[in-house]
């Protein structure tokens, strides 16, 4: 079985591509989950398919990859303000973001998660820069079945032809809950970019680009388990809100259904 989880994420290294996923904070481990996701996200309603897999080289430290294909992406708007007007467009579309990294633990109850995003190919015009994520974290086994977890995050990015976006703090949070074979969890991350992106482009004086910014994601994911020739294996739905206001149309919502095996 590790030799299987292995093969695959020496593949996920090299060839996958992902947006970034609201993973629970945990200790490290082996396993490999694939889904299907449809999201709105600022009138754009897209379609992908995710791939994430984790493999434990040690009980204290394991390697990681999201991956990621976006199918479909599409927008369409209507408007009667004094004339009618129908717009319709499909996106580009293709890979997204890679993200792979390490998680390891320094103590029982102590880590450090080490993330490199790269930029991504056509599926997704956003964040298309290097980026270096330090994640400290922190575990509490509440009981047997319920663990809590929590992270302070810092990215900072690689300057990309005299661009250079600004470093972004964030704290994340998240529960599982285990009762049986069924597995619950609640992740929340709030991030904040602390200093503005500069244009080096421009003179000194006319470099700052005003882009600081303040938001959050919360991801809610059900799953039960089953024993399927030895391998235990789970199907679940999961729903994400992120960007925006929670109420407001603006809000991005993101909804997936997923298989893990581990």
């Known amino acids: 079985m590790n030799k299987v989880f292995g093969c695959i994420l020496s593949i996920a290294f090299a060839a996958s591509f992902a ?36 493999y434990a080289v040690h009980p204290r430290l394991s390697l990681y990859v999201d991956g990621a294909f976006r199918f479909l992406s599409y927008s369409y708007e209507y408007s009667t303000e004094g004339y009618i007007h ?23 109850y102590l880590g450090l998660n080490l993330g490199w995003q790269f930029p991504p190919g056509e ?5 298309r820069f290097h980026r270096l994520n330090v994640e400290p974290f922190s575990l509490l086994q509440v ?13 900072t990015f690689l300057e990309d032809q ?12 998240s529960l599982v ?21 500069e244009n080096r482009n421009l003179d000194k004086r006319y ?13 809610f994911d059900a799953m039960r388990y089953f024993n399927i020739a030895g391998i235990s294996t789970g199907f679940g739905l999961n729903y994400e809100i992120h960007e ?9 919502h993101r909804v997936g259904i997923e298989m893990k095996i581990r």
């Open 19 to 54: 947006t970034e996923s609201l993973h629970p904070v945990m200790a490290p481990a082996t396993q490999l989950g694939v889904q299907g996701t449809v999201e709105l996200d600022e009138d754009i309603y897209s379609g992908d398919m995710e791939v994430s897999a984790e």
């Open 86 to 108: 129908n717009y319709c467009n499909l996106h580009v579309n293709g890979f997204n973001e890679t993200y792979v990294g390490a998680k390891g633990l320094i103590l029982p």
């Open 123 to 127: 599926g997704s015009q956003k964040n």
């Open 143 to 155: 009981s047997k079945n319920l663990t809590i977890g929590t992270a302070f995050r810092y990215n």
């Open 162 to 173: 005299n661009f250079k976006p600004g470093d972004e703090i964030g704290f994340k949070a």
């Open 177 to 197: 809950w285990t009762p049986a074979r069924w597995e619950f969890s609640e992740v929340f991350l709030y991030q904040a970019r602390i200093e503005e992106s």
């Open 207 to 219: 470099r700052n680009m005003k882009d600081k910014y303040r938001g959050m994601k919360m991801k």
């Open 244 to 252: 925006g206001t929670l109420f407001g149309f603006e809000t991005g």
